[in-house]
């Protein structure tokens, strides 16, 4: 019975040294706001054939203004290559997020 519980508070610690780890190292990246999931499919296309990473996936609440949009999501590191990118021949964004993976967002303005 011992043993299980010592397997446990290990178990416990290690999760939370995982959670910790995750607030200390989380990596900025920026969300690229798509009026539909065909557009974000292809604007996700676009960069992962120039060899970008880029998710599809669904905005934070409060980031659209209307409930069908979708966003693709790009490690900081990559943005101006995105950018380029896209801006060469690909779909563009409506709208531009960064975050430093604290969950907070700010606008982006394009020019």
Known sequence: MVSLFVFVELLIIQFLLFLLLLLIFALPYYLLLCRSITYAQRMSGALERAGI????????????DRGCGY???VAAPYFSMAMERLRSGGPLPERVFYSAGSGAYSEVMLS
């Open 71 to 73: 966003a693709v999501r």
């Open 53 to 64: 990473s880029a998710r599809v996936l669904r905005p934070p609440v409060g980031l659209t």
